[in-house]
């Protein structure tokens, strides 16, 4: 347990408590080797704190120092506080850059009664100056190039326990070399999925996703790539999955009448099951806007005979759609995507090591 022994320190920490919580976020921006801890309202989000190295050459001279009691050790900080804003500034030597930034967000999620789950921000390329967190409930990473290798490293040795989202390129150990990541990757066990990338994978990595919902953008998948995900799908394999969206490579089409003239499918019938499939998973905002909801009664629905399972494709030459349906009828009404802690501002676009507030473009 975490100690502060100001009670200066406490205030100007109540002091950004303005709404209704929806959970704490930790953003790390290693580009500025700079930290912080969210407080995530339902309507905005408040800078709580920020870490950053120590360096006695460019630490602030109104700067002070904070002793924290870390579990049994006694660790000392600089301290500083934006005169306008009373947001403070910790800094921490390399020995405590690791450690004190997880024991801190407990502190404030239990002086906020907050959900202590870690929600967790960052464009780090090495993933070596992440804070010692194994486990967390989100992960969102958005950077430029990231090392294929090091991804499954990552993913080998922490849990994602809800929701995954990787945006940068992923570089492969070896040029035009692709599945740099093992088979079984525990990055595809993650319960939501999406990979901005995802033409690092190959289809054996895709078909052995195991969690629910996953979404691969710009794969190198095709004709027979399918084919194969529908006929193993079909004698009872991904029993788990509720959704998946792949889209190929812009110069590798997929053909429709190819794949499925090799299955028995049916046209839409509203009496065997709805017109709408609803993804309410934190990832739908995410998805392009041209992909986000396709009219599944023009899609075809295959059934599974071991189980009598239900599911409807859309395919067309840039993009597969598929959906079970565990609920044929799940009740239709206006609903927001249930982002289970997924902070809010990443839906709007907003991150604080962006230049300009706005998501990606596709």
């Known amino acids: 347990m975490l100690s502060l022994c100001s009670q200066k320190m406490r205030k100007q920490i109540k002091s950004t408590f303005r709404a209704k919580s929806t959970g704490l976020s930790m953003v790390l921006d290693s580009l500025r080797e700079e930290g912080s801890i969210y407080f995530e309202g339902l309507f905005d989000h408040f800078k709580v704190i920020t870490w950053i190295i120590e360096n006695p050459e460019t630490t602030p001279r109104e700067s002070s120092v904070l002793f924290l009691k870390l579990d049994t050790d006694i660790i000392s900080c600089g301290l500083s506080f934006d005169t306008d804003t009373g947001h403070s500034t910790f800094g921490f ?15 404030i999620s239990d002086l906020f009664h907050t959900s202590s789950d870690i929600q967790f921000i960052t464009n780090t390329r090495s993933f070596e100056d992440l804070p010692n967190i194994k486990v967390f409930k989100n992960f969102y990473h958005e950077g430029l ?84 995900f529908l006929k193993l799908w079909m004698t009872g394999r991904f029993r788990r999955l509720d959704y998946l969206l792949i889209t190929p490579l812009y110069h590798a089409p997929l053909n429709p009448e190819a794949i499925l003239g090799k299955f028995n499918t049916v046209p839409f019938d509203e009496s065997r099951r709805s017109a709408m499939y609803i993804n309410k998973t934190a990832m739908i905002d995410f998805i392009p806007a041209r992909l986000r909801q396709p009219d599944w009664s023009k899609g075809v629905d295959i059934e599974r005979g071991t189980d009598s399972m239900l599911a409807t494709i859309v395919l067309e030459r ?45």
């Open 318 to 362: 840039n993009q597969f759609h598929f959906c079970v349906w565990k609920n044929r009828f799940p009740e239709q009404i206006p609903t927001t995507s249930d982002y289970n802690e997924f902070p809010k501002r990443l839906h709007e676009g907003y991150l604080p090591f962006r230049s300009i507030p706005q998501l990606w473009s596709f």
């Open 93 to 107: 030597d390399e020995d405590n850059w690791k450690s004190a930034p997880i024991l801190m967000y407990n502190y």
């Open 145 to 228: 190039r990231l090392a294929g290798s090091k991804l499954d490293v990552f993913f080998e040795t922490h849990e994602i326990t809800n929701c995954a989202m990787i945006l940068p390129y992923i570089m492969t150990d070896t040029l035009f070399t692709r599945g740099s990541i093992k088979r079984r990757s525990s990055l595809l066990k993650i319960k939501h999925l999406l990979v901005y990338k995802a033409n690092f994978l190959v289809i054996n990595n895709i078909l052995s996703f195991r969690g629910s919902h996953a979404v691969f953008l710009e794969s190198y998948i095709k004709n027979n790539d399918i084919k194969k």
